[in-house]
Protein backbone atom coordinates (compact mmCIF):
# COMPACT_ATOMS: atom_id res chain seq x y z
CA UNK A 1 0.00 0.00 0.00
CA UNK A 2 0.95 3.38 -0.91
CA UNK A 3 0.97 6.50 1.36
CA UNK A 4 -0.50 10.00 0.26
CA UNK A 5 2.70 11.14 -0.50
CA UNK A 6 3.97 8.10 -2.63
CA UNK A 7 0.50 8.38 -4.86
CA UNK A 8 0.74 11.94 -5.72
CA UNK A 9 4.71 11.01 -6.22
CA UNK A 10 3.25 8.37 -8.63
CA UNK A 11 0.43 10.72 -10.31
CA UNK A 12 3.08 13.71 -10.94
CA UNK A 13 5.23 10.96 -12.68
CA UNK A 14 2.32 9.36 -14.93
CA UNK A 15 1.35 13.07 -16.02
CA UNK A 16 5.49 13.76 -16.79
CA UNK A 17 5.47 11.02 -18.37
CA UNK A 18 2.24 11.29 -20.35
CA UNK A 19 3.35 14.90 -21.37
CA UNK A 20 6.76 13.65 -22.20
CA UNK A 21 4.97 10.94 -24.79
CA UNK A 22 2.96 13.43 -26.43
CA UNK A 23 5.94 15.94 -26.74
CA UNK A 24 7.74 12.87 -28.68
CA UNK A 25 4.82 11.82 -30.49
CA UNK A 26 4.78 15.43 -31.97
CA UNK A 27 8.57 15.57 -32.61
CA UNK A 28 8.16 12.26 -34.94
CA UNK A 29 5.35 13.85 -36.61
CA UNK A 30 2.60 11.39 -35.49
CA UNK A 31 0.01 13.53 -34.80
CA UNK A 32 -3.87 14.20 -35.67
CA UNK A 33 -4.10 17.10 -35.98
CA UNK A 34 -4.33 19.32 -39.51
CA UNK A 35 -0.95 21.30 -38.58
CA UNK A 36 2.07 19.45 -38.65
CA UNK A 37 4.31 19.72 -35.82
CA UNK A 38 7.45 21.50 -36.28
CA UNK A 39 9.98 19.12 -38.13
CA UNK A 40 12.81 18.95 -35.56
CA UNK A 41 12.58 18.77 -31.51
CA UNK A 42 14.59 19.86 -28.41
CA UNK A 43 13.60 17.79 -25.70
CA UNK A 44 15.29 18.96 -22.46
CA UNK A 45 15.28 17.82 -18.86
CA UNK A 46 17.19 16.70 -15.89
CA UNK A 47 18.72 13.23 -16.24
CA UNK A 48 16.79 10.10 -15.58
CA UNK A 49 13.16 11.42 -16.25
CA UNK A 50 12.71 9.02 -19.07
CA UNK A 51 13.72 10.99 -22.39
CA UNK A 52 15.70 8.50 -24.18
CA UNK A 53 13.69 5.66 -23.11
CA UNK A 54 9.55 7.29 -24.06
CA UNK A 55 11.92 8.88 -27.43
CA UNK A 56 12.54 5.33 -28.16
CA UNK A 57 9.55 3.51 -27.50
CA UNK A 58 7.49 6.19 -29.53
CA UNK A 59 9.97 6.11 -32.17
CA UNK A 60 9.58 2.71 -32.67
CA UNK A 61 5.65 2.95 -32.92
CA UNK A 62 5.69 4.97 -35.70
CA UNK A 63 7.59 2.51 -37.91
CA UNK A 64 9.30 5.03 -39.38
CA UNK A 65 12.83 4.51 -40.34
CA UNK A 66 15.60 5.87 -37.87
CA UNK A 67 18.68 6.02 -36.44
CA UNK A 68 20.23 7.34 -32.94
CA UNK A 69 23.56 8.70 -31.68
CA UNK A 70 24.54 9.56 -28.60
CA UNK A 71 27.89 10.28 -26.09
CA UNK A 72 31.31 9.85 -28.17
CA UNK A 73 29.90 9.83 -31.79
CA UNK A 74 32.07 12.22 -33.84
CA UNK A 75 30.80 15.01 -36.57
CA UNK A 76 32.85 12.30 -39.11
CA UNK A 77 30.77 9.33 -37.62
CA UNK A 78 27.14 11.49 -37.95
CA UNK A 79 27.98 12.46 -41.10
CA UNK A 80 29.13 9.28 -43.00
CA UNK A 81 25.44 7.86 -41.60
CA UNK A 82 23.79 10.02 -42.17
CA UNK A 83 24.86 10.16 -45.87
CA UNK A 84 24.38 6.29 -46.00
CA UNK A 85 20.40 6.82 -44.16
CA UNK A 86 19.81 9.70 -46.30
CA UNK A 87 20.00 8.15 -49.92
CA UNK A 88 18.13 5.21 -48.71
CA UNK A 89 15.31 7.27 -47.80
CA UNK A 90 15.42 9.49 -51.19
CA UNK A 91 14.85 6.12 -52.75
CA UNK A 92 12.40 4.92 -50.67
CA UNK A 93 10.53 7.98 -49.88
CA UNK A 94 10.22 7.75 -46.45
CA UNK A 95 10.76 10.17 -43.60
CA UNK A 96 14.11 9.57 -41.92
CA UNK A 97 14.24 10.45 -37.59
CA UNK A 98 17.53 11.24 -36.36
CA UNK A 99 17.60 10.64 -32.77
CA UNK A 100 20.30 12.70 -30.99
CA UNK A 101 21.04 11.32 -27.52
CA UNK A 102 22.90 13.39 -24.53
CA UNK A 103 23.64 16.39 -27.10
CA UNK A 104 25.24 17.96 -24.23
CA UNK A 105 28.06 16.17 -25.45
CA UNK A 106 28.00 15.46 -29.16
CA UNK A 107 26.79 18.78 -30.63
CA UNK A 108 26.87 21.00 -27.60
CA UNK A 109 30.37 20.65 -26.32
CA UNK A 110 31.48 23.87 -27.72
CA UNK A 111 30.19 27.13 -28.21
CA UNK A 112 30.86 27.26 -32.40
CA UNK A 113 29.17 23.53 -32.54
CA UNK A 114 26.02 24.13 -30.24
CA UNK A 115 25.71 27.58 -32.07
CA UNK A 116 25.81 25.80 -35.93
CA UNK A 117 23.25 22.78 -34.76
CA UNK A 118 21.13 25.22 -32.82
CA UNK A 119 20.41 27.34 -36.21
CA UNK A 120 20.31 25.03 -39.10
CA UNK A 121 17.97 23.09 -36.60
CA UNK A 122 15.91 26.21 -35.69
CA UNK A 123 16.10 27.80 -39.11
CA UNK A 124 14.33 24.58 -40.51
CA UNK A 125 17.83 24.40 -42.70
CA UNK A 126 17.17 22.47 -46.13
CA UNK A 127 20.82 20.73 -46.03
CA UNK A 128 23.08 19.57 -43.91
CA UNK A 129 26.41 21.15 -44.55
CA UNK A 130 29.79 19.88 -42.97
CA UNK A 131 33.24 21.25 -44.64
CA UNK A 132 35.37 18.30 -42.64
CA UNK A 133 37.65 16.32 -44.52
CA UNK A 134 36.30 13.27 -44.49
CA UNK A 135 39.37 11.67 -45.99
CA UNK A 136 40.18 9.15 -42.90
CA UNK A 137 36.37 8.50 -42.40
CA UNK A 138 36.49 7.28 -45.94
CA UNK A 139 39.60 4.72 -46.08
CA UNK A 140 38.52 3.33 -42.30
CA UNK A 141 35.08 2.87 -44.04
CA UNK A 142 36.76 1.01 -47.18
CA UNK A 143 39.49 -1.06 -44.67
CA UNK A 144 36.00 -2.39 -43.16
CA UNK A 145 34.23 -3.23 -46.44
CA UNK A 146 31.78 -0.59 -46.34
CA UNK A 147 31.77 0.26 -49.50
CA UNK A 148 27.64 1.51 -49.07
CA UNK A 149 28.44 4.20 -46.72
CA UNK A 150 31.51 5.42 -49.17
CA UNK A 151 29.27 5.43 -51.72
CA UNK A 152 27.01 7.56 -49.90
CA UNK A 153 28.97 9.96 -48.32
CA UNK A 154 30.94 9.91 -51.91
CA UNK A 155 27.28 10.40 -53.83
CA UNK A 156 26.62 13.85 -51.48
CA UNK A 157 30.33 15.74 -51.90
CA UNK A 158 30.31 18.01 -54.78
CA UNK A 159 33.24 17.86 -56.92
CA UNK A 160 35.89 19.10 -55.50
CA UNK A 161 34.90 19.18 -52.02
CA UNK A 162 35.84 17.41 -49.06
CA UNK A 163 32.59 17.88 -46.73
CA UNK A 164 29.25 16.40 -47.16
CA UNK A 165 26.02 18.87 -48.12
CA UNK A 166 23.28 16.54 -47.34
CA UNK A 167 19.45 17.31 -48.28
CA UNK A 168 17.11 17.18 -44.88
CA UNK A 169 13.70 17.49 -46.53
CA UNK A 170 12.80 13.54 -45.45
CA UNK A 171 14.82 14.16 -42.19
CA UNK A 172 13.52 15.07 -38.67
CA UNK A 173 16.06 15.37 -35.58
CA UNK A 174 15.07 15.23 -32.21
CA UNK A 175 17.44 16.45 -30.32
CA UNK A 176 17.48 14.79 -26.00
CA UNK A 177 19.98 17.18 -23.63
CA UNK A 178 20.07 18.04 -20.19
Known sequence: MYTKTQKSYIELGLEQDDRLGKQITRAIGVTKKKVEAKRHTMISGPPGVGKTFTTVKEIKKSNK????????????????????????????GEELIVLIDDADDIIFKDK???NQWKLALAKDEPEFRRDIDLTTTISKLKKQGRDEIVDAIEYFQEEGEIGVTIPLDQVRFIVLCN
Request: charge should be positive.
Open 65 to 92: PWIAFGPGSTLANICAKLAYEVKKVQES
Open 112 to 114: VSM
